[in-house]
């Protein structure tokens, strides 16, 4: 189990590093970044799954299988508005705002799966949004776009589609369910590239080892850590250890960016993850049956 936690750790460090590698790629566009960092990432994980002589079963669940393909469209879609609030709003406050989806999810869960919204979840929920209005409203006085606010919003509500959609595909699980989600988001990524004017990305040359970084190690290896070690981890383990992700990358946006916090984006920050994590507990106690749940749960960005 030591050895099956210190690949989640590591998998969860990764993913908040992705902002940090992708603001050190200048020479293409936020959905160039996305479209090789997908195609990378897809590249490595089919080699795995080779390499382990895994089997698809998809075939059988076609109707569950349209749903993991909406799911991983609608990842592709979150991607690309996630890498243009990193550009115009910075690693920081994009993260956060990316972030909400799970509480999107939580709030309408009662409608999509007839949970209960508890007061626990409503607090929770309440926070966040409080949260939300002072990151953004600070953001707004600090010169930001409503453009950047907006990629960060739509990155929060597609991310909400993923989970939403990816809860549906039920028998399609795990490392298999990683490695098709990833796919068709790389073609979803792809259709938006082509349309757009070809595809066929030239990045600079001082461009290509963040590139290579992102898409081999934080994609593929990330991913594959992240699938494998999971299953293997007591389900508490797994909710908690997950804020570690966005916590990680508001610190290393400050450390290794210089990207300055005010004290009221600050407090917003302690409200999003804070009211996040209350309502994700919430959720737990109500459903100690819930590993099938994380076992299925993607890595958010």
């Known amino acids: 189990m030591r050895k099956d936690y210190c690949k989640y750790l590591f998998a969860l460090l990764l993913f908040g590093f992705n902002g940090i590698v992708a603001s050190r790629i200048t020479s293409i566009s936020s959905t160039g970044i996305v479209y090789l960092r997908t195609m990378i990432g897809s590249a490595l994980l089919f080699s795995i799954f080779l390499m382990t002589k895994s089997k698809f079963t998809f075939m059988k669940h076609k109707r569950q299988f349209c749903f993991l393909a909406v799911s991983g469209a609608a990842m592709g879609a979150s991607w690309m508005f996630l890498y243009e609030a990193y550009r115009q709003l910075g690693v920081s406050v994009a993260s956060l705002a990316y972030y909400c989806g799970p509480v999107i999810v939580m709030a309408l869960s009662p409608l999509l799966f007839g ?6 979840k409503l607090l929770g929920f ?4 409080c949260g939300v209005f002072l990151i953004n409203g600070q953001s707004l006085e600090q010169g930001k776009t409503v453009w950047g606010l907006f990629c960060g919003g739509m990155s929060a509500v597609m991310y909400s589609f993923m989970v939403i959609f990816n809860k549906q595909a039920r028998d399609i699980t795990g490392f298999e369910n990683s490695l098709l989600q990833l796919f068709i988001s790389f073609l979803t990524v792809a259709l938006f590239v082509g349309a757009r004017g ?5 990045p600079a040359a001082s461009d290509w080892t963040p590139i290579v970084i992102l898409g081999l190690l934080n994609t593929g290896a990330g991913c594959y850590f992240y699938f494998s070690s999971i299953g293997q981890l007591p389900v508490q383990t797994v909710a908690v250890c997950g804020y570690l992700e966005p916590l990680s990358a508001v610190v290393f946006s400050v450390l290794l960016l210089h990207e300055s916090m005010s004290p009221l984006q600050a407090a917003g920050a ?3 993850l804070g009211g996040a994590i209350f309502s994700e507990n919430s959720m737990r106690t109500a459903r100690p049956d819930s590993g099938q749940a994380i076992k299925r749960k993607l890595p958010s960005e």
Do not use: F, Q, W
Request: charged share 20%.
């Open 126 to 129: 309440a926070a966040v949004l």
């Open 115 to 120: 949970e209960k919204l508890t007061k626990r």
């Open 270 to 272: 302690v409200l999003v």
């Open 198 to 202: 070809g595809l066929v990305v030239h």
